[in-house]
């Protein structure tokens, strides 16, 4: 009688403890299923809103495809409109580029100081400080750059300061930290035993780093450097400030140029919905779109050559 | 505790009323000083009665500053009501208010010059209600040293014709052009006031579109040119004159200075009780005299003269 009693109690407690669970598991899937759910639909809404508006330039105001792509007049809001998009693009490519060239070197050599040099004081000065670049807003980074980068361009090279050099400098320190982490992940990630035995087979530190260290983990640096650029590429307000926005293809590094971003903030506002103006910066922003997608492919691809 | 509570809500009621009896005053007593009396001083008081509800308003931030200014004053006023404002440009303002996403919208320019052939219909759907005046005045850096432009010689320097300083009788410095986006609102106006024409953007010319960037920069380049409201003219850039006129005050208020634009409210239709109240309370002496002087704009009910869409100047 006792021991029947106390299974029937068992049997009835761990009913309800999984009917609980049951219960929490549901919960928990259901509010996942809406997020991920939410996030999907906002995401494709986005993609969707963009393209839409971005290829009414095309399809409604009829402007001609290579008109926009490589025509480099222009004059929107002129007697004879004309949406040539080139100096843009040209510019986004060209500060971009630049900024990944002077970020990329110090950056590499931040990340080997706090791994493989000195990895103790070394990465506890370095990482906070690193750690504080990629938390300044970019109004900041913008001022900085009006203030003290422009001015000194001014007084050391010819023209007026501002220009593509300044909105690169300025990209450059905006997006070290970027490069720098992802460098540090993959350095400190590398299998210890490769650097043992290069140093076992009499290796200095120095051929070590450059010989087994850097070439071994230059793809993960690399997926670094292109996220770093698609951040550059994408920065709008630092670099509208210091560039110029002046819609040619610049002929100097010290000549004002615009980048996509830089003409879309500038015009954005000031343009009703649905104008020829504005549906061409809603090209743009597709165009800028379609590089994000391109960069996250390109990280996708030495992802995968990494993981070989 | 409640009882603390109710203190403090009683004290906070109490300052907002003396506070809102003082504007009353001070809007009174300018208003009898600068001899308007009778018809002006009436809506000061009726703003009393009570009107509740919200108040969506986008659209310029050139306006912006003024229009929030006034909204937390009217919300002091009229505790029902809930004002927001925001920023996000004329287009903006403009799209919206003609949407009916929002219930005013704030432009630079006029509705008529933003919403062009297909648009045209929507352009007529929209109230104008002026609530300030901006002028806007030709700025150089301090050692360009020149005092005074003529509108060909600012046509030929902001179409690349004259590219020195000292082709206008300044100094030998070469011209550097500090320019707004073509869209931009203020430039519109300085294009078609003082240059009398559209420019094409030129290569090495510098465009911004913050005030405070414009002359942060125009003070810090040799030899800069460009154009600034007169709220942000101070002795860090050098004020020029226009066909001699002096960019002052008085001189827009009679129509001497030609370089000005209406500031405009937007509604969609004519406005609800709600948002009549608070474009009605612009138009009172406390505001015009009060928060429009002291935020730099320049009293739309103080002007001489007015200005149609096509820019016909007619006295008042």
Request: aromatic residues 8%.
């Amino acid at each position: 009688m006792r021991v029947q009693n106390n299974e029937t109690i068992r049997v009835q407690s761990s009913k309800s403890r999984v009917e609980k669970h049951h219960i929490e598991d549901l919960i928990g899937r259901s509010y996942m299923s809406l997020c991920v759910l939410l996030l999907i639909v906002s995401i494709v809404s986005m993609v969707y809103f963009v393209t839409s508006r971005g290829v009414s330039t095309f399809t409604i105001d009829k402007v001609g495809f290579s008109d926009f792509f490589f025509g480099t007049t222009w004059s929107p809001e002129g007697d004879h409109p004309s949406f040539g998009a080139l100096p843009f693009i040209a510019g986004s490519f060209i500060t971009t580029l630049l900024a990944a060239l002077i970020a990329s070197p110090l950056s590499i050599c931040a990340a080997l100081f706090m791994t493989e040099i000195v990895p103790g004081w070394g990465k506890k000065l370095l990482q906070p400080v690193i750690e504080l670049l990629s938390g300044i807003p970019s109004v900041v980074y913008g001022f900085v750059g009006l203030s003290v980068i422009v001015p000194f361009l001014r007084n050391v090279f010819p023209g007026q300061g501002i220009g593509v050099a300044a909105g690169a400098l300025v990209l450059s320190v905006m997006i070290l930290p970027t490069i720098t982490s992802v460098a540090v992940d993959a350095l400190s990630a590398l299998p210890r035993n490769l650097k043992e035995s290069s140093f076992a087979l009499g290796a200095t530190r120095w051929q070590t780093i450059a010989r087994v260290i850097i070439p071994t983990t230059l793809p993960a640096i690399m997926t670094g450097v292109v996220l770093g650029m698609a951040r550059a590429f994408g920065e709008a307000l630092a670099v509208q400030m210091v560039i110029g926005n002046a819609p040619f293809i610049p002929t100097s590094l010290f000549e004002s140029a615009s980048t996509l971003t830089s003409v879309i903030t500038l015009g954005m506002g000031n343009t009703t919905m649905g104008s020829p103006h504005n549906n061409a910066l809603w090209s743009m922003a597709l165009v800028l779109m379609l590089m994000t997608f391109l960069f996250v492919f390109i990280v996708r691809m030495l992802e995968k050559r990494r993981s070989i | 505790m409640r009882s603390k509570k109710s203190w403090i809500m009683a004290l906070a009621l109490t300052s907002v009323l003396a506070l809102s009896a003082c504007g009353n005053n001070g809007g009174n007593n300018t208003a009898a000083n600068e001899g308007n009396t009778g018809a002006s001083s009436a809506p000061t008081e009726t703003s009393g009665a009570e009107v509740s509800g919200s108040i969506l308003a986008s659209g310029s931030t050139a306006l912006q500053p003024l229009v929030e200014q006034v909204a937390e004053k009217f919300m002091e006023k009229n505790a029902g009501v809930d004002i927001q404002v925001q920023g996000g440009g004329s287009g903006t303002g403009l799209t919206q208010v003609a949407e009916k996403q929002v219930d005013i919208g704030n432009s630079d320019v006029f509705a008529e010059e933003k919403l062009k052939d297909a648009d045209a219909e929507k352009a007529k759907a929209l109230v104008d209600h002026q609530v300030a005046v901006v002028a806007i005045a030709a700025v150089s850096h301090p050692a360009a040293g020149v005092d005074t432009l003529t509108k060909q010689q600012l046509v030929d320097i902001f179409t690349g014709k004259i590219t020195n300083w000292k082709e206008v009788g300044g100094a030998d410095q070469k011209i550097q052009i500090i320019n707004r986006p073509a869209s931009s609102g203020t430039r519109a106006t300085f294009e078609k006031f003082a240059l009398g024409t559209k420019t094409e953007d030129l290569p090495g010319s510098i465009q911004e579109d913050s005030s405070g960037t414009v002359k942060k920069i125009i003070g810090e380049t040799p030899g800069a040119i460009g154009y600034l409201a007169l709220s942000y003219l101070d002795d860090s850039v050098k004020t020029l004159n226009y066909d001699g006129v002096e960019p002052s005050v008085d001189n827009v208020v009679s129509g001497k200075y030609p370089v000005w634009a209406y500031e405009h409210m937007y509604t969609n239709g004519e406005p609800n009780a709600t948002v009549k109240a608070f474009l009605d309370y612009f138009q009172t002496d406390e505001v015009q005299n009060g928060d429009v002087t002291e935020l730099g704009y320049i009293p739309a009910s103080k002007m001489q003269v007015s200005r149609d869409v096509a820019g016909n100047v007619t006295n008042k």
